[in-house]
């Protein structure tokens, strides 16, 4: 239109018009205003110049009209809501995780990557909540995490890892399976409801499945148990970092009461690790004079109300227990006594 628009005026110029009034003769007409001509077209030539300036001057603008519009409707609307640079801030993941599900379990999990600088997306299908996440500084993704389309807008052939926090069992085992069609060297990590969903859950393809319930069960179980943990792991700093690693190999803290009449005080240190058969050893005793044993031998001898550091392999509660539990009783001639 640039070039229509030069070459015209120019043509006009030569015929012995002025600039001005060939410019706003080009520019009347391609414009189809239709003011009628600023000087007489009375020539053969001006006749055929106005002519072509109509047909290649008006045909140009609806191209361009319609080329702008085109333009301004796909890519400036996009742009105004932030489409275009979720899409692109998207296609720049890599090694990322993907989390399903912006519910309470998600909500937690975004805070916790937010401060281990994991990089996350979310996939949400409710708005409104996508909306929250949005405006909590999260990457998120509106669709529905069961279809496939959606699992590869998010990049799951180069997640890392993905997550499905759901409160719907069905939908989780059907993302499980989707995603492992899509993606077969992610990790997949799901949350189930009931337990009877575990084994569906591995079934489609999940590397770890977690009950909330049961942890929920289990933990309640342990301040209940375990009292003492609660404030002797509390002072001790990074010890978030501590489980953590240990976690890895299988292994965990616990902190136990040596009860006046548990089954383990009054022996020593070998004597309850021999007992426990391989389910703890003992790192730390706390006496109540406040003196502190850090890596007691095995002849240390365990003192009614020593608090008792562990480091446990398998299940934290059944090794607890081992410390709980009442003292056995002794036969002495045809009496039981304990």
Same mark, same amino acid.
């Given at each position: 239109m640039a070039t229509i628009f030069i070459v015209s005026t120019i043509g006009y110029v030569a015929a012995g018009w002025s600039l001005g009034d060939a410019a706003f003769m080009v520019l009347t007409t391609v414009y189809s205003v239709g003011y009628g001509e600023v000087r007489p077209v009375d020539t053969l030539f001006l006749r055929l110049w106005t002519t072509m300036t109509i047909v290649l001057g008006c045909t140009g603008m609806i191209v361009l009209t319609g080329a702008l519009i085109q333009v301004f409707?796909?890519?400036?609307?996009?742009? *105004? *809501?932030?489409?275009?640079?979720?899409?692109?801030?998207?296609?720049?993941?890599?090694?990322? @995780? !993907? +989390?399903?599900?912006?519910?309470?379990?998600?909500? /937690?999990? $975004?805070? @916790?990557?937010?401060?281990a600088r994991h990089p996350f997306l979310i996939i949400e299908r409710d708005p409104a909540k996508a909306e929250e996440a949005r405006a @909590?500084?999260?990457? !998120?993704?509106?669709?529905?995490?069961?279809?496939?389309?959606?699992?590869?807008?998010?990049? +799951?052939?180069?997640?890392?890892?993905? $997550?499905?926090?759901?409160?719907?069992?069905?939908?989780?085992?059907?993302?499980?399976l989707s995603a492992r069609n899509l993606a077969p060297a992610i990790q997949i990590i799901a949350r189930g409801e009931a337990p009877s969903t575990e084994n569906? %859950?591995?079934h489609a393809g999940a590397d770890k499945v977690v009950l909330p319930t049961h942890i929920g069960a289990e933990r309640i179980t342990e301040l209940i *148990?375990?009292?003492?943990?609660?404030?002797?792991?509390?002072?001790?700093?990074?010890?978030?970092?501590?489980?953590?690693?240990?976690?890895?190999f299988g292994l965990d803290?616990?902190?136990?009461?040596? #009860?006046?009449?548990? =089954?383990?005080?009054?022996?020593?240190?070998?004597? =309850?690790?021999?007992?426990? &058969? #391989?389910?703890?050893?003992? +790192? /730390?005793?706390?006496?109540?004079?406040?003196?502190?044993? /850090?890596?007691? #031998?095995?002849?240390?001898?365990?003192?009614?109300?020593? %608090?008792?550091?562990? +480091?446990?392999?398998?299940?934290? %509660?059944?090794? #607890?227990?081992?410390? &709980?539990?009442p003292a056995p009783r002794k036969r002495h001639g045809r009496m039981f006594i304990g």
């Open positions: 409707n796909l890519y400036q609307f996009r742009r *105004l *809501l932030g489409l275009d640079r979720m899409q692109s801030e998207i296609e720049q993941l890599d090694a990322h @995780a !993907i +989390v399903c599900g912006y519910g309470r379990i998600g909500v /937690q999990l $975004a805070k @916790a990557l937010t401060e @909590a500084g999260y990457l !998120i993704l509106i669709g529905e995490a069961t279809q496939e389309e959606t699992l590869k807008q998010a990049g +799951v052939t180069r997640a890392r890892v993905l $997550a499905c926090v759901l409160p719907d069992d069905a939908a989780n085992v059907f993302i499980t569906k %859950l591995f *148990l375990f009292p003492a943990t609660e404030s002797m792991l509390g002072d001790i700093r990074e010890v978030g970092t501590i489980k953590s690693n240990l976690n890895n803290l616990e902190v136990v009461t040596a #009860g006046a009449g548990g =089954a383990l005080t009054g022996l020593t240190v070998g004597e =309850a690790e021999r007992q426990g &058969n #391989g389910a703890f050893f003992i +790192v /730390q005793i706390d006496r109540t004079n406040d003196q502190s044993i /850090q890596h007691p #031998g095995e002849d240390v001898r365990i003192e009614p109300g020593d %608090l008792i550091l562990l +480091v446990v392999r398998g299940s934290r %509660l059944s090794a #607890g227990a081992i410390f &709980n539990a």
